[in-house]
T-cell receptor, first 116, second 112 residues
Framework: AQTVTQSQPEMSVQEAETVTLSCTYD???????LFWYKQPPSRQMILVIR??????QNATENRFSVNFQKAAKSFSLKISDSQLGDAAMYFC?????????????FGQGTILTVHP | DAEITQSPRHKITETGRQVTLACHQT?????MFWYRQDLGHGLRLIHY???????NKGEVSDGYSVSRSNTEDLPLTLESAASSQTSVYFC???????????FGQGTRLTVV
């Protein structure tokens, strides 16, 4: 069984500052993918960033980057130069490769508040 | 543009009634999923399908069923709605594990 744990129910950050959201996971698969999704008040699930487990290089998408520590099974999200529009619920998700075809296991979510 | 749409966006129903939530995708993805979102639990998998006539149970499948008669649609049925099924429901589709999934807008279901 796969598990994903987000231990921070809520986080806050000042506008223009940097914040890191934590995620740990457990899987017996050797082929897997990790994702961060953003859910703003509109409820829409938006893919923020993805990481292939076989890649050592940390993924980066503009102001969003990850710190992927495979041995520690840790996958944190760093948001730089935080903006008011970053305020949302963030979910960490794990997808096994092979025949899982996009099936995801989610963490509990972290609510991010951005203060002006 | 391709998309995935759910209907209705909001629904209130009574305990014991049968309810069907619709999901339609134009991505032409074989893989479709239903999740429910509850505070403190994140999103949990209810049912999924890897193609026409294929359906599989997820983590929290009791009281739910799905059918897949074509590539585009995966309706979710609550056979006899219970208050414990009050939740936000998301439909998703995926090209494969490496790509993550595209989600619908969600349906907020309240069972009274």
């Amino acid at each position: 069984a796969q598990t994903v744990t987000q231990s921070q129910p809520e986080m806050s950050v000042q506008e223009a500052e940097t914040v890191t959201l934590s995620c740990t996971y457990d899987t017996s698969e050797s082929d897997y993918y990790l994702f961060w999704y953003k859910q703003p008040p509109s409820r829409q699930m938006i893919l923020v960033i993805r990481q292939e487990a076989y890649k050592q290089q940390n993924a980066t998408e503009n102001r969003f980057s990850v710190n992927f520590q495979k041995a520690a099974k840790s996958f944190s999200l760093k948001i730089s130069d935080s903006q008011l529009g970053d305020a949302a619920m963030y979910f960490c998700a794990l997808g096994a490769g092979g025949t899982s075809y996009g099936k995801l296991t989610f963490g509990q979510g972290t609510i991010l508040t951005v203060h002006p | 543009d391709a998309e995935i749409t759910q209907s209705p966006r909001h629904k209130i129903t009574e305990t014991g009634r049968q309810v069907t939530l619709a999901c339609h995708q134009t991505w032409n993805h074989n893989n479709m999923f239903w999740y429910r979102q509850d505070l403190g639990h994140g999103l949990r998998l209810i049912h999924y399908s890897y193609g026409v006539q294929d359906t599989n149970k997820g983590e929290v499948s009791d009281g739910y069923s799905v059918s897949r008669s074509n590539t585009e649609d995966l309706p979710l049925t609550l056979e006899s709605a219970a208050s414990s099924q009050t939740s936000v429901y998301f439909c998703a589709s995926s090209e494969g594990s490496a790509h993550g999934a595209f989600f619908g807008q969600g349906t907020r279901l309240t069972v009274v």
